[in-house]
């Protein structure tokens, strides 16, 4: 389902001590990808078009990563073009159409030049398929985080000490056993 929540968050959950870097940059893309697999769900589910291919562009189409547990998760084809910043190609296909410099689509469709292909592999959509439903779950405890006016609440632990989100990942380096500061 499509998230239009002002107030969710964002954030890791499930992280270990032995989580890594890479671990964490595996889950953004990973997410990126599980959202378009998800908003294409979406668009099935409201149309009745048989859709074969996704033409994926943008930056974040460069990373062969994404775009191939992309076609994984949806069991399509997915094209990258040669040239992916298409907003500003399109914007000019548009109106060169409308100016009659191109007088069909199909001409426009000749122009566009695809770099990779990525097919779906459908073993890999079984292996991710726990991996998405923790996703989605994750993604559910992370809508309406910040109902209300939370972010200026104050927590109080049993110290008696307030905690707020402005001072709340301060740390305080303490003393050493002799009395000097750790630097």
């Not at 107030?7 to 001590?17: D, L, N, Q, V």
């Not at 870097?21 to 908003?39: G, P």
């Not at 094209?79 to 069909?104: D, F, N």
Request: charged letters at 20%; hydrophobic letters at 35%; aromatic letters at 8%.
């Amino acid at each position: 389902p499509p998230y239009n929540d002002g107030s969710a968050a964002s954030g890791f959950i499930g992280m270990k001590p032995s989580t890594t870097k890479a671990h964490l940059v595996r889950a953004v893309l990973e997410s990126l990808a599980f959202r378009t697999a998800q908003l294409y769900s979406c668009v099935l589910n409201e149309t009745n078009f048989a859709f074969h291919t996704i033409r994926l562009d943008g930056g974040v189409s460069n990373n062969d990563f994404i775009a191939q547990l992309v076609a994984d998760l949806t069991g399509l084809r997915v094209e990258r073009p040669v040239h992916v910043e298409m907003s500003s190609q399109g914007c000019a296909h548009i109106v060169g159409y409308k100016l009659g410099i191109w007088k069909s689509k199909d001409q426009l469709k000749k122009l566009r030049k695809i770099d990779c292909v990525f097919n779906p592999r459908p073993q890999m959509k079984k292996a991710y398929e726990v991996t998405f439903t923790r996703w989605q779950d994750a993604v559910k405890r992370m809508c309406g985080w910040y109902n209300g006016d939370t972010a200026s609440q104050v927590i109080s632990d049993s110290s008696s000490n307030s905690v707020t989100p402005q001072n709340s990942f301060k740390v305080s380096a303490g003393r050493r056993k002799n009395g000097s500061i750790p630097k």
